[in-house]
């Protein structure tokens, strides 16, 4: 079957940086997204990776490891808006998006 | 400016009422999307659509029903057929065939059982 991993809820202090991880078993690969949801709220476009490494957007930052199917999303200085559930999903091989439960993340003063 | 439009945000259902939840969007998107989201899950895709007057079962399409008579409207039914309704409701939209578009969502309807 296909599966995508990320921690249930992590905490982290406003200023500090925080990495979230995502791993994933998918028929095929096609590129993998981050969202931001806030509670209630829809989930808003963060990054998109399809080939190895970083990419940089301001605060924020993406890494993809297509062999070892493991992503993380970076966050630098954060912010008490960051407070936030974030969302990874995987673009299989028939390009449906497989979307992993979210992790929550607490920042605290 | 352009966006996704859904309604109600809250919506409550009588036991053997079918309710519909509308979305309409102005972005000019082919592609249109229902997702539902429970507590501690991903988003389950229910239907989806890719051009008008066509529509693809989700994985999770039982008790649900949808029509595409126009671009813009991707209404979704819950009939009552479904017996766990009670869940947050996103609708999104994608612009193009690449791969790489993102999704765009609306700002969701929460329907609840009375």
């Known amino acids: 079957g296909q599966n995508i991993d990320q921690p249930t809820e992590m905490t982290a202090t406003e200023g500090a940086i925080v990495q979230i991880n995502c791993t994933y078993q998918t028929s095929g690969f096609n590129g993998l997204f981050w969202y931001q949801q806030h509670a209630g709220e829809a989930p808003t476009f963060l990054s998109y990776n399809v080939l190895d490494g970083l990419e940089e957007k301001g605060r924020f930052s993406s890494f993809l490891s297509r062999s070892k199917g493991y992503s993380y999303l970076l966050l630098k200085e954060l912010q008490m808006k960051d407070s936030a559930s974030y969302l990874c999903?995987?673009?299989?091989?028939?390009?449906?998006?497989?979307w992993g439960a979210g992790t929550k993340l607490i920042i605290k003063p | 400016d352009g966006g996704i439009t859904q309604s109600p945000k809250y919506l409550f259902r009588k036991e053997g009422q079918n309710v519909t939840l509308s979305c309409e969007q102005n972005l000019n998107h082919d592609a249109m999307y229902w997702y539902r989201q429970d507590p501690g899950q991903g988003l389950r895709l229910i239907y989806y659509s890719q051009i008008v007057n066509d529509f693809q079962k989700g994985d999770i399409a039982e008790g649900y029903s949808v029509s595409r008579e126009k671009k813009e409207s991707f209404p979704l039914t819950v009939t009552s057929a479904q017996k766990n309704p009670t869940a947050f409701y996103l609708c999104?939209?994608?612009?193009?065939?690449?791969?790489?578009?993102?999704?765009?969502f609306g700002d969701g309807t929460r329907l609840s059982i009375l």
């Open positions: 999104a939209s994608t612009g193009g065939r690449e791969v790489s578009q993102p999704q765009h």
């Open positions: 999903a995987v673009t299989d091989s028939n390009y449906q998006l497989i």
